[in-house]
């Protein structure tokens, strides 16, 4: 159980165009989703936390028109990555939290997007 | 099904002893290992880091342990101090490099009393 997918796994986009990623959790329902970019040297920065129903609590720096976050039920939130550009090209990873999960903050880590614009 | 698993969710520990973190995993193309340490409100940050030709690897009060018969590693952490309270990830990548996709575990909440 707690399975956490993503899709896609790999895209490849040109400039100025938006992408549009998908996590799901498969088997349990998750209040909380949060989505991470990995840099090089394997760190992961918190981009946001999306709770269902309500509006992403975007980090600083995050620019919340660019990476729309939307987390339209307790199973799906999806990323949006507007006018790409290839700075942006990185792995995109989301995990999803159940509410029984609140306190030990136990997370289900999706498979990761790798996202390359040309 | 998960491929990286941290069976226990929570683990209490008094400051000054050891701290034994476990983490198992079914996939046999593994052969990089990471941990990873989260504070709330922020992201993993990367802690140590084990390659399969190891079983072993140290860096400071942090030593991670591989068992690949077994598909099993463990961070232990000692002497345990109050800071290490956070919650702990395991992950597995199959290529030796940063750039490739990390498979985690669902994390392990260490809390390490005065």
């Known amino acids: 159980g707690a399975v956490v997918s993503q899709h896609p796994s790999r895209v490849i986009c040109k400039s100025g165009t938006s992408v549009k990623i998908e996590c799901r959790s498969l088997?349990?329902?998750?209040?909380?989703m949060f989505w991470y970019r990995q840099f090089p040297k394997q760190s992961l920065m918190l981009m946001a936390t999306?709770?269902?129903?309500?509006?992403?609590?975007?980090e600083q720096g995050v620019e919340k028109d660019k990476f729309l976050i939307n987390h339209a039920s307790l199973t799906l939130s999806t990323l949006t990555v507007t006018s790409a550009h290839p700075e942006d090209s990185s792995f995109y990873i989301c995990?999803?939290?159940?509410?029984?999960?609140?306190?030990?903050?136990?997370?289900?880590f999706g498979p990761g997007t790798r996202l390359t614009v040309l | 099904d998960q491929q990286v698993k941290q069976n226990s969710p929570s683990l209490s520990v008094q400051e000054g002893r050891i701290s034994i973190l476990n983490c198992d995993y079914t996939?046999?193309?593994?052969?990089?290992f990471l941990w990873y340490k989260k504070y709330p409100a922020e992201g993993p940050t990367f802690l140590i880091s084990?390659?399969?030709?190891?079983d072993k690897n140290e860096d400071g009060r942090f030593t991670v342990f591989l068992n690949k018969s077994a598909k099993h590693l463990s961070l232990h952490i000692v002497p345990s101090q109050p800071g290490d309270s956070a919650v702990y990830f395991c992950?597995?990548?199959?290529?030796?490099?940063?750039?490739?996709?990390?498979?985690f575990g669902g994390g392990t909440r260490l809390m390490v009393k005065p």
């Open positions: 992950a597995a990548s199959d290529g030796n490099n940063a750039g490739n996709m990390l498979t």
């Open positions: 995990s999803a939290r159940a509410p029984a999960d609140y306190y030990t903050d136990t997370q289900y």
């Open positions: 084990i390659s399969s030709i190891k």
């Open positions: 996939n046999s193309m593994f052969d990089y």
């Open positions: 999306s709770n269902e129903g309500s509006k992403a609590t975007y």
């Open positions: 088997d349990f329902q998750a209040t909380t």
